[in-house]
């Protein structure tokens, strides 16, 4: 099948987001017209005014939203992909909502079905690098570069084994995020095998992603930026992995519209492997005044011991992803620093 070209219509589900609205950006600036998906028309205005000071044309013809308030409401997608040619769908339900791994199921197969009513040519779906191991297992092999064509069963036969004493943990809904984004993926795949739509699949895995906030409230991953810059260490806590910037993040999935080596396949969104006291020092070269916390001592979870092989979304991107200290500096900047 032919890529997406210029001009194409493309819908980016929950918009408003922290990768979709670096997607949306990203679409943009390729040359699409961008059908944003969102709960709120004042948030969606808001997006607007920041995409116009990113220098984007913001014109209905270019750029227009559709409300769209239940990710497993396979009619709301039929309306939202009407007259589309493609998708990217980050989106995901609220940690929060109950009944939280049927709805990651349902919220992955329902945008499939419209897809396929609708006539859409290319999909491009939101992953995760959870699908593939677990940061800070001592399980994940460190002798050769990580691909992508495992899957993190050891952590989902885990999920599966919960205790009724675990289940009670206020972290369980992480389990159930990750455990949810693994099978939603693999429902993804089988799919596009058993019922053969009319569009080619790609799924982007991301790490963790850093990089400047567009617009609204502060995501969870640059919250952890925030905390060591205000000297709370409990961000260390979690095993250091893999770093991305947003932009490049939304550019990948954007990329995955017209590039022909990315149908069928899975895309690492993954720049840099990352220890919390490379992070710490760059923090201390460009904010000497903030009370960052002190190195921790190396580990063997830290810094990130294994490599993975991105060398596919690398050329996707030209052969160059945006530098770490360019993110985090920018990252802390729209956080007002």
Not at 246 to 275: C, F, I, N, T
């Amino acid at each position: 099948m032919a890529p997406l070209a210029p001009g194409s219509l493309i819908v980016v589900v929950g918009i408003t987001g922290y990768i979709a609205s670096h997607t949306g950006l990203q679409a943009l600036k390729a040359g699409y017209r961008v059908r944003g998906t969102v709960r709120s028309m004042a948030k969606a205005e808001q997006l607007r005014a920041a995409y116009e000071k990113e220098g984007v044309d913001v014109s209905p013809e270019k750029l227009e939203f559709v409300t769209l308030d239940d990710l497993t409401s396979e009619a709301q997608f039929d309306a939202a992909f009407a007259g589309a040619d493609g998708v990217i769908h980050p989106a995901l339900p609220e940690m929060h909502e109950e009944n939280l791994m049927d709805k990651i199921l349902q919220s992955t197969l329902s945008p499939l079905r419209a897809a396929t009513k609708a006539g859409i040519k290319r999909f491009v779906l939101s992953g995760t690098l959870g699908s593939v191991l677990t940061p800070g297992s001592p399980t994940v092999p460190t002798d050769h570069p990580i691909t992508t064509d495992g899957w993190n069963d050891d952590f989902l036969q885990s999920f599966l084994n919960s205790t009724e004493e675990e289940k009670k943990s206020p972290l369980y809904r992480f389990y159930v995020y990750a455990a949810g984004k693994i099978l939603g993926e693999r429902e993804a795949w089988k799919y596009v095998e058993t019922e053969s739509p009319p569009f080619e699949l790609s799924i982007v895995l991301p790490a963790m992603n850093w990089g400047p906030k567009l617009f609204g409230s502060t995501p969870m991953s640059l919250g952890w930026l925030d905390s060591l810059l205000k000297g709370d260490e409990s961000p260390m806590a979690l095993p250091p992995h893999y770093l991305v910037d947003v932009s490049d993040d939304g550019k990948l999935h954007v990329l995955a519209l017209s590039e022909q080596r990315a149908v069928g396949k899975r895309l690492w969104g993954a720049a840099h492997p990352v220890g919390w006291n490379e992070v710490l020092a760059i923090l201390r070269k460009h904010y000497p005044d903030q009370p960052i916390p002190s190195d921790r001592p190396a580990s063997a979870i830290d810094p990130c011991p294994w490599r993975i092989e991105n060398s596919l979304s690398t050329q996707m991107l030209g052969g160059q992803w945006i530098g770490m200290e360019d993110c985090i500096v920018a990252s802390a900047k729209s956080l007002g620093y």
